[in-house]
């Protein structure tokens, strides 16, 4: 956890990354199989986080399992499997992160071409077949589909927030 050259200085003289990159170190003495972290990269330079979420990485590959609390969701989302939103106490959702950021497809961005310029679109999920027909039959070339979807951290403060976040399963369901 990069602390190589503080061993003689007092903890005291830690800064406070020093002294949570310590005690992130010390979980790890025994090599246990699973670990529960608070907030393990909290008070964290970006480089302090770096070394932390390497070492949460390698910890995964070897097979370990890892339980962490965060309110930071870019790190949830880019170190977690599976993710679960407990709000007062229960549990709003549990899946892995790419089945959660999936769910919620807001729609798509077409990029094509139409006499030569380069344009964009954004069109809702349920209107991508009939906006590429409609395209195809002005002889405009697509280019891409891009899916546009909301991040983990918007889905977090929906939740939180108690507003309805329509997932594509749902509409799908109700349709």
């Known amino acids: 956890v990069d602390l190589v050259g503080a061993e003689e200085k007092p903890i005291s003289s830690y800064s406070k990354g020093m ?10 003495i025994n090599d246990p199989d699973l670990l529960i972290l ?7 330079d970006p480089i302090g986080r770096s070394i932390i979420a390497n070492v949460i990485k390698d910890l995964k590959s070897q097979g ?8 930071i ?7 977690s499997d599976r993710v679960a939103v407990i709000i007062d106490g229960e549990i709003k959702l549990c899946d892995s992160v790419s089945s959660i950021v999936s769910k ?11 006499n030569m310029q380069l344009k ?13 027909e409609k395209l195809k039959s002005m002889k405009c070339e697509i280019i891409s589909v891009e899916p546009l979807r909301l991040s983990l951290e918007d889905i977090f403060v929906k939740l939180v927030k108690g507003e309805g976040i329509e997932s594509s399963s749902n509409s799908k369901a109700n349709s």
């Open 104 to 114: 919620y497809l807001k729609g798509y961005l077409i990029t094509f071409k139409e």
């Open 64 to 71: 370990k399992t890892v339980f962490y609390s965060s309110h």
């Open 73 to 79: 969701i870019q790190d949830v989302e880019r170190l």
């Open 19 to 28: 002294v949570q990159r310590l005690l992130f170190a010390s979980t790890l």
């Open 38 to 44: 608070d907030e393990p990269m909290s008070g964290l």
């Open 120 to 132: 964009t679109k954004e069109v809702k999920k349920d209107h991508l077949w009939m906006e590429l």
